[in-house]
């Protein structure tokens, strides 16, 4: 007989994960009624099913739309889109301040006085560095705790839409390189509109171009 402990699989260590919804014990109907008896009206279904968590989802359920149980149920709720563009505009500042730094280091500065001695090798260099390092950073970061520090300080996190918790390293790289490749290397500012503001129109999840890609929330923390 083998004397090796029994083999359990590892805990999981995410506090943000959703945690499957605990039954209730079934109990007798009181007053020896009979359990076909039907209930009275606006008790729930005749067939004992409780209605979805917070009223379900109004677009059709789950992430297939095909009628199933609210993915948001059991997690804090959405954060504001507000707060969110406040949050991105703190992280940009400082990971801009960083790229200037660096820019100015090696001499890769995009911008000159004199439009006729812009070298385009330059400009090039300074868009991947700002590229990478902006990526690098939201990877790093929502990977870790789901929160860049412009997020933290608000009071927000990124979450998996489908269980809440945070998001892997790949789910993180796939959303910030969403985000930030067109900022850095083209039209900027409207791709920023459009990928970030896109969360003060969506329904229900109030999701970005970015969270849509990666299928994650961005909840309050």
Known sequence: MSTEPPQY????????????????????????????DTPPPGSGSPYGTPPPPYGGD????????????????????????????????????????????LTWLFGTSEYDIDPDKVNKGKSFGQSLLAAVLYIAYDTFMISKTGQTLGKKWLGMRVANLNDGATPTMSTA???AAVLWLPFAFCCACIWTAICGGWSFFDKPYKQGLHDKAAKTVVVSA
């Open 173 to 175: 790289l796939a959303r």
């Open 9 to 36: 699989p590892p805990p999981d260590d995410d506090p943000f994960k959703k945690q499957p919804p605990q039954q209730p014990p079934h109990q007798p109907p009181q007053g020896g009624g009979s359990p076909y």
């Open 58 to 101: 109004p677009y059709g359920g789950g992430p297939g739309g095909h009628g199933g149980p609210d993915p948001l149920a059991g997690m804090p709720p959405l954060a504001d889109s507000g707060k969110r563009v406040l949050a991105r505009i703190i992280d940009m500042i400082l990971v801009g301040i960083v790229v200037g730094l």
